[in-house]
């Protein structure tokens, strides 16, 4: 009996292999993906990203050490140093643009095992991001051994990591650093809370960078804690400047003052202001006023041109900082408002003329809420 004719038969066709052959059906069992350039199969391995790539190496011979060739690499917390210093350090490997390391709780000994082997290897950014919840681990960290790292062809560091000592890991020259990125910087807290964001800008502060980020946080309780940002003495010579505030509700106008007094160079100027803690904000006579200082002393900022702040809410203190920003800017030429997703169509329109009441003539001022998963320019009515 014929198929189709009223009676099941078994498939016994041949299972569909990827980039097979034959007619160009793909179901004689020829393997042509592995037959294709390197190039193409590194760009197809991007895709999967590193762990899926990886896993790629159980295939065959030609697909072993495959993903090693990829010039961007993202290792997550089950990576162990060994496995990374291995795909790190494998002959043909080309020069990296971008690494990423996010680890948990790992000292210097295991960073120290493959960060000189990528810094010689990087041609683009690396992001070392390291959450530490046991605060000893900072005691313990300063009888491991140093990182000596020379990465001259590196251009953007991101630094996130709180448990390495400040003589773990030394840095050499960085000619063509075009962006640094260091996290967490607390603004209250313990004493010694920031030493190894400080070792970072201290080692920078002679360097021309075009672009410096540093995420500030405040913990939700501070009532006792130390003022931290008096620590921060010296930054980099840059022309972007992009603050990431953690504020927990509290005012950032002094930190925001203090930064902003060591970099009055700056043209550009980002804030990015993130609250992740469900609390009444802070008023004027509250403590993370302090010091109070910060709006009676002048601060001129004769090269700032534009400035961005993403997810304003129009908190009292958001408008004090607004305020004093178009006070310290008289060169002032743009100024871009993205509101948080919260605020409507109609809290919109207060807020903008209240912003518009600070602002200048000559200043171009420009307005964004969310539609959906889009941010659209709102323009005021007249």
């Not at 971008?98 to 950014?125: C, F, K, N, T, Y």
């Not at 967490?184 to 920078?204: A, K, P, S, T, W």
């Not at 804030?271 to 009444?280: A, F, G, I, Q, S």
Request: aromatic share 10%; proline share 5%; with cysteine.
């Amino acid at each position: 009996m014929e198929p189709g004719d009223g009676e099941l038969t078994p498939n016994r066709e041949k299972p569909y292999v990827a980039g097979g052959g034959g007619d160009g059906d793909g179901r004689d069992g020829e393997d042509r993906l592995s037959a294709l350039p390197n190039d193409i199969l590194v760009h197809i391995l991007l895709r999967v990203g590193t762990g899926g790539a990886a896993r790629t190496s159980v295939l065959s011979r030609r697909w072993r050490h495959l993903w090693y060739l990829l010039p961007e690499l993202d290792f997550g917390p089950e990576a162990d140093g060994h496995s990374i210093r291995a795909a790190l350090a494998a002959d043909e490997s080309p020069s990296l643009r971008r690494l990423l390391v996010r680890a948990a709780d790992v000292g210097p000994r295991r960073i120290a095992e493959w960060l000189p082997v990528a810094a010689r290897r990087l041609a683009g950014d690396l992001f070392l991001v390291n959450s530490t919840k046991d605060s000893e681990l900072i005691e313990q960290a300063q009888s491991q051994p140093v990182a000596n790292i020379s990465a001259p062809k590196l251009e953007i560091l991101g630094w996130s990591t709180t448990n390495l000592d400040q003589s773990s890991v030394n840095f050499g020259k960085m000619s063509y650093l075009k962006g640094l990125f260091i996290a967490y910087f607390y603004v209250y807290g313990e004493e010694d809370r920031n030493h190894d964001c400080l070792r970072l800008l201290q080692h920078f502060q002679f360097d021309a960078i075009p672009r410096l980020s540093i995420l500030l946080t405040y913990f939700p309780t501070i009532n006792g804690d130390i003022y931290l940002m008096e620590d921060k003495t010296v930054l980099p010579d840059i022309v972007f400047l992009n603050l990431i505030f953690f504020s927990s509700g509290y005012c950032i106008g002094p930190s925001l003052f203090h930064v902003l007094r060591m970099t009055t160079g700056v043209r550009r100027l980002k804030l990015e202001l993130h609250d992740h803690y469900k609390r009444e904000f802070c008023g004027s006579d509250y403590v993370c006023d302090l010091p109070p200082n910060w709006t009676s002393e002048e601060l001129v900022l004769n090269s700032l041109r534009e400035v961005q702040i993403t997810n304003l809410r129009g908190t009292e203190n958001e408008f004090a900082v607004v305020e004093w920003l178009f006070s310290w800017a008289a060169v002032l030429k743009q100024m871009t408002i993205n509101f948080h997703n919260s605020i409507t169509v109609s809290t919109a329109r207060e807020l903008c003329e209240m912003l518009l009441s600070f602002s200048r003539p000559e200043i171009s001022m420009k307005f964004y809420i969310n539609q959906g998963s889009r941010k659209v320019l709102y323009v005021p009515e007249d």
